[in-house]
């Protein structure tokens, strides 16, 4: 039982940080680029962490809650960098695909 | 008092991050974090030009919870814009033109639209009154530049300004 509910989040886990990747691959310019890795890994590492804390738990008999800790840096870290890059981007003059509104 | 805590709040995040740390609630490590808790903001003291004010914390809980959940849906809602076809997205730049004021308010304003669906923050203007923000998917530019004032942006208001 434990060990289903564990994987299920793995699972889940995986598809997201594959679907963050992919969009590095498939998206045409750089800021759209950016979406992938900034949202859905949140998700993706997120359930990961909620799988690890489950199974560690159950197993080391004590609640273990520091995975929170990994969460809490993420969601600091990620909008930053994206931020630092994005504006990195916007002051070399990077390039967006022409049916961008509003173009910069 | 203030002396000794300049910064409460960030002596309360310093001892929580601590125990999580070490993954333990026992007395040798409380006395540990509570002389970091201490220590911490009075030697760091000159980093902080602002004290940090909460005006209004039921709305900040709103606000986080608001913000869990989008980031959920935005997850969701994203991974479905990556797997769509890419000629269907129509992406898009906005300025936001910002009402609140205080510095922390735009940074965790500006993280949120980062953490939440199909958007990113790319620039702030100089002057703090701007924010550029980069859209994946949006097929009405004044109607998420609304959205976001209104979801994000007044419930931060009432939290710092």
Redesign the interface.
Known sequence: MLEILVSIFIVIGGIFTFIGSLALVKMPDFYMRLHGPTKATTLGVGSILIASAIYFSIKDSGITIHEILITIFLFITAPVSAHLLSKAALHIKTKEIERTKNRH | MSRIFPHPLLSLFLIL?WL??N?TTSFGHIVLGSIIAILVPVLTREFWLENIKIKNTKVLFKFIGVFIWD??V???V??K???SK?SS???????IDLDIKNSLGVSIL??????T??T????LSLDRKQL?V?A?H?PD?QESIDEIKKRYELPLMEVFD
């Open positions: 991050v999580l740390l993954n980031v959920l935005a997850n969701v994203v991974a814009l990556i797997l890419n997205l129509m992406p898009a730049f906005m300025v500006a993280n949120t639209i980062s953490l669906p199909g990113v923050s790319c620039d550029l980069h994946l949006a530019v």
